[in-house]
Structure formats: structure tokens, C-alpha cells
């Protein structure tokens, strides 16, 4: 069937919004580069223009003066316990609802997806109460248990969807054959599941990644800043350097821009895996 003018059109349509769409995502990505490599005085004579020239200062200013190197180890240390932790109680409880008939299992289930509702600024006090206690604050551990506690019903509730559509026939081949429940999950369920698990972690990263208000509460002295919490204190000392300023905020929004890109195949297949058996 040929292609009317009319659907010509709608598709038309259809990219001129797109591309529109695209142009207000990357623009400001844009202009903050292209503010971040120009002088405070070119800034303030024309914001909008384009550079005249390559004045790279700025983030020379950043990765000495404000330990670049040590910022982003810092968040990766935070980032990369949370995942873990996530991990660890996200995979076992999921695979459980999923696949495990026990009593009470939907009651349980249903009770963990009703936490999402619930705003997480409401468990900053008590949180911070709970950490003093323990002598987590200013201690990547209390960022770790509070990101990687509270991303679990989000992870249960996408596992869980992805893990119902795996073939029962092969889970049960195995506990035929002796397997564990913990071989079943470990050699079959994770090994299925890793679009749904990158996913998972795609969403999570670049969440904890940006991130202020946690590592801000709970981590206080400035060699435990992430680098939000950096962007931030620049943006209060340095305010009228709006070039430094910028420059440290597309360091910030590059990391998980990057990821999203390169595992971005990820996304497409965990989103559509467990809709489909």
C-alpha cells in the first residue's frame, strides 16, 4: 500500500516535533559547555554568544581547586555500594515473588509496591536520627543503606514483572536435577534477567548520581563531598563566576548522560522483556 500525503504529513509532523523535543533536551547541555570555555568577562559582555576562543581555566579551576578526581571517587564509592546493596536484597526478594509460592506472598508483595507512594523526604528526620545513633554521619555508609534501601521496592516491582515471564519448565528442569533454590536464581533467573537488571541500574545511577539532597544531610565534612554537593558549594561561594559554575555543572551532567547512551539497548530490552512471554 503507497504512502498517502496525508500519513507523509503526519510523519512530518510527528519529526518536526521530535527534533523540537531534542533541541530543548541538548540545548542547555550546549550552553553550558560553551559558557563553561569562555572568560567571566566574555560571559558578561554577550551570555548567549559562542566562544572566541578555547579558555579551558575553568576546569583546570575545578580539577585543582576542587579535587575533581577525589569528587568523582567519592561518588562512585557512594553509587557503587548503593548498587550493591540494591542488588542484594532487590534480586532475592523479586525472584521470590515471582517464582516462590509461599503464604501471604500477593499481601506482601502489594504491601512493598504501596511504599512507593510514599514521598522519601518524609524519612529525612527519622533517617538522620537512625544514622546518628549508629554513628554513620558524615560516613559513605549512611548515603549507601539510604539509597540502596530505598530504591528496593522500585527494583522489585520491575524484577519481579521481568522474572514472572521467564519459562517455569526450565526452573523446575533444575530443581529436578537437585538445584538449590539459590543455584536456580543464581545460574538461571540472574543470567535471564540481566536487561531488566541493567536497567535497573541505568535508572538507579543516574538517580543517585544527581542526587543533593542525601550526600548533602549526611555526608558534611568536604573531603566526603560527591560532586553535586561540590556544584552546590560552588554555586554558593563562587556565584558571581557563572563560567566556573557552569563548568562544574556539565561535569555533573556528563557521567550519566554517557551511561544512558551507551546502555541505552539495555533499557529498550528490560522495559519490554517481562511484558512479553
Do not use: H
Not at 41 to 61: G, I, R
Amino acid at each position: 500500500m503507497k504512502t498517502t500525503i496525508y500519513e507523509k504529513m503526519i510523519r512530518f509532523c510527528i519529526f518536526i516535533v521530535l527534533l523540537l523535543i531534542a533541541l530543548v533536551v541538548v540545548y542547555p547541555l550546549f550552553y553550558m559547555f560553551t559558557s563553561s570555555i569562555k572568560t567571566s568577562l566574555e560571559f558578561s559582555q554577550n551570555p548567549l554568544a559562542l566562544p572566541e576562543t578555547l579558555y579551558l581555566d575553568n576546569f583546570k579551576a575545578l580539577y585543582f581547586r576542587f579535587s575533581l578526581v577525589k569528587l568523582f571517587s567519592n561518588t562512585l564509592i557512594a553509587v557503587g555500594g548503593a548498587l550493591i546493596l540494591s542488588f542484594a536484597l532487590s534480586v532475592p526478594a523479586s525472584f521470590a515473588f515471582a517464582k516462590i509460592r509461599f503464604k501471604y506472598r500477593s499481601t506482601l508483595y502489594m504491601a512493598m509496591i504501596a511504599t512507593m507512594t510514599i514521598p522519601g523526604i518524609t524519612f529525612i528526620i527519622p533517617n538522620y536520627l537512625l544514622m546518628s545513633k549508629l554513628g554513620l554521619i558524615d560516613n559513605f555508609l549512611s548515603v549507601i543503606i539510604i539509597w540502596g534501601v530505598g530504591s528496593v521496592a522500585n527494583n522489585v516491582f520491575l524484577l519481579t514483572s521481568l522474572m514472572r515471564g521467564l519459562p517455569n519448565e526450565v526452573l523446575e528442569a533444575v530443581k529436578m536435577d537437585g538445584g538449590s533454590y539459590l543455584q536456580v536464581m543464581t545460574k538461571i533467573v540472574v543470567p535471564l534477567s540481566i536487561p531488566g537488571l541493567m536497567t535497573v541500574s541505568i535508572f538507579n545511577t543516574t538517580g543517585w548520581w544527581n542526587d543533593l539532597l542525601t550526600p548533602l544531610v549526611y555526608l558534611q565534612s568536604d573531603q566526603m563531598k560527591t560532586m553535586t554537593v561540590a556544584v552546590a558549594t560552588i554555586l554558593r561561594t563562587y556565584s558571581s563566576d557563572y563560567p566556573l559554575l557552569l563548568a562544574g555543572l556539565f561535569m555533573t551532567s556528563v557521567p550519566p548522560i554517557v551511561i544512558y547512551i551507551i546502555l541505552q539497548g539495555y533499557i529498550r530490552k528490560g522495559l519490554v522483556i517481562g511484558a512479553v512471554k
